[in-house]
Antibody, heavy 121, light 112 residues
Framework: QLQLQESGPGLVKPSETLSLTCTVSGGSISSSSYYWGWIRQPPGKGLEWIGSIYYSGSTYYNPSLKSRVTISVDTSKNQFSLKLSSVTAADTAVYYC?????????????WGQGTLVTVSS | QSALTQPASVSGSPGQSITISCTGTSSDVGGYNYVSWYQQHPGKAPKLMIYEVSNRPSGVPDRFSGSKSGNTASLTISGLQAEDEADYYCSSYTSSSTLGVVFGGGTKLTVL
């Protein structure tokens, strides 16, 4: 059974960089059939796609966040990571890592449990 | 990329049927058969209920069905059960960015 687990600081100061890692177990991140991505959900609000990555390293970002987002993959560790720079209170959210289908990237069939990241001084 | 439009809330009694709409544009819902629906219970991660407009993943009851007409997709739940009470989100591929994904704002389903 595939499992995804987010890890990283739960509290980040304004203007600093948010960094999260997703560890994939029970399957290979190097599968040619899937993308891997990050989705966030501010408290009490809806879902927002942040970006996706293929095991080869190709990345795809939400245009509204593109200037601040970097997603990377480490196939040797079966992990992928998110960095979001210059954070503000508006970036406070539950951050989910997930597996996205090919070619239908909207088929998100496995999700991590989510991790709350609060931006506050 | 703008969020897809969903009603904020819908409600129904046990055993009844309800439909949740998801309206986009020709750049997303109307242009591609890549619409999915997710169920989210409080404090939990979303769960895939429908993919590629009308397909159900293994394990999802056939009470859940999806369809699309023009720029609007729909999720229908028949034979409502108490455990169906949750938030529901639609998503679509969007051509506004390469391999982009856009979500709806979410609909709160209340089972009366």
């Amino acid at each position: 059974q595939l499992q995804l687990q987010e890890s990283g600081p739960g509290l980040v100061k304004p203007s600093e960089t948010l960094s999260l890692t997703c560890t994939v177990s029970g399957g290979s991140i190097s599968s040619s059939s899937y993308y891997w991505g990050w989705i966030r959900q501010p408290p009490g609000k809806g879902l927002e796609w942040i970006g996706s990555i293929y095991y080869s390293g190709s990345t795809y970002y939400n245009p509204s966040l593109k200037s601040r987002v970097t997603i990377s993959v480490d196939t040797s560790k079966n992990q992928f990571s998110l960095k979001l720079s210059s954070v503000t209170a508006a970036d406070t959210a539950v951050y989910y890592c997930a597996r996205l289908g090919r070619p239908a990237v909207t088929t998100i069939d496995y999700w991590g449990q989510g991790t709350l990241v609060t931006v506050s001084s | 990329q703008s969020a897809l439009t969903q009603p904020a809330s819908v409600s129904g009694s046990p055993g009844q049927s309800i439909t949740i709409s998801c309206t986009g544009t020709s750049s997303d819902v109307g242009g591609y058969n890549y619409v999915s629906w997710y169920q989210q219970h409080p404090g939990k991660a979303p769960k895939l209920m429908i993919y590629e407009v009308s397909n159900r993943p293994s394990g999802v009851p056939d009470r859940f069905s999806g369809s699309k007409s023009g720029n609007t997709a729909s999720l229908t739940i028949s034979g409502l059960q108490a455990e169906d009470e949750a938030d529901y989100y639609c998503s679509s591929y969007t051509s506004s960015s390469t391999l982009g994904v856009v979500f709806g704002g979410g609909t709160k389903l209340t089972v009366l």
